[in-house]
């Protein structure tokens, strides 16, 4: 009976994402008799039970917590990692690179560890993720979903088709994801009001649900004060109203949510309701655009995005411009003769073999090619067989700029060349 472990110790989006990988492992369990385990943040223990109700849940202090003491956080990883020792996995994927998820990976003999892990005190990870790394040297020409990273950790990943449900409007009108945890990525209440009107009419709505933490509440009665009066009357304020399992009970019904890139726009997607994205400053859709068939994305496509989240603008936040232009609201309306702003770039989401991608519809998307080759030479490692048809000669200067001798010539300790890079 196979045992599988999946540390996923980052934050809500990310434990969305994770259900590629999950539902395969638990795909391979269940043909064999076998289990698959889940640890995450406690915080996050009984939404992982609601969206992966065939996983074993562990809760770790991954984060932390209010009122909790150092010796009470220790005492909660020691109770943790002793429940998580006491078992015999066979795999066990640790997808954060976390000290303490890479702590618990380090439990288990070194030939059942994918993705980040500890051997011999030394920190490493898995040849897929060494080359994702220097991937991010050209972001725009990089285009592998994050949650395909993680479920080719695996062997064999689940066809990327079969993740989440063709997204269909449910019935319960428009929802609004306020923001994300990084404020850059959001456009304010001024250019997020006409864009809401402008749905709200072009879909017939009858109703509008605000959604978001108790800190964008302000967020949320400034939209109210911009929007015409018809629609603000048909909105509803649930910013900070509502827990993890109240966000899921209201986003798994409605039509359609608008969002940047945040936690509820993968919700949404896990539940199969469209999504309408507006993507800008570091914010990618070919990285952590929403999962599978049926939403859109408007992407900033100005030549600093996309940016590196942890430096500050120096181009004073140009990318919100495009999203302010009338010629963007008429697109939106569905105007197909409306002339897009220059650095902003429609897109669809759709599948391959290799994972989620996103596919222009209206603008220009310069790094296409690059980005196609990119996937090309990927699945031609990943796939084997599936990608033979797939022309190589494109990949060999990939090969020579991305891969490393020490890909290859060292695999980890316990495993084969087999897969390594």
Known sequence: MARFLVLQLARLGDLVQTRRLLAGLAAKAAAGGGEVHLAVDRSLAGLAGRLYPFARIHSLPAHAGPGRSAAETAGLARKACGELAAIAFDRVFCLNFSPLGMAVSAMFPPEVQRGYRQYAGQTDKDGLLRLVFRLARDRRGSGLNLADIWAHLDDEALPAAQVNPVAVPRGGGLGVALAGRTARRSLSPDILAPLVRTLFRAGGASRVTLLGTAAQAGEARALLRKLDPAVAAACTDLTGQTD?????????????????????MHLAAFFGVPVTAFFLSSAWCHETGPYGLGHEVWQATLPCAPCLEAAPCDQGHVCRLPFADPGFLRALAGSAKAVLPPG????????????????????????????????????????????????????????????????WILPPPGRTASREW
């Open 244 to 264: 993890l399992a109240g966000l899921c009970d209201t986003i798994s019904g409605l039509d359609r949510l608008i969002t940047p890139d945040t936690g509820a």
């Open 344 to 407: 902003l770039a429609l897109f669809a989401t759709d599948c391959d073999a290799l994972g989620a991608v996103c596919r222009l519809l209206r603008g220009e998307d310069a790094s296409a090619t690059a980005r196609q080759t990119l996937r090309d030479f990927l699945a031609r490692h990943l796939l084997g067989a599936v990608a033979e048809a797939t022309d190589p000669a494109p990949g060999r200067e990939l090969a020579e700029r991305l891969v490393m001798e020490t890909d």
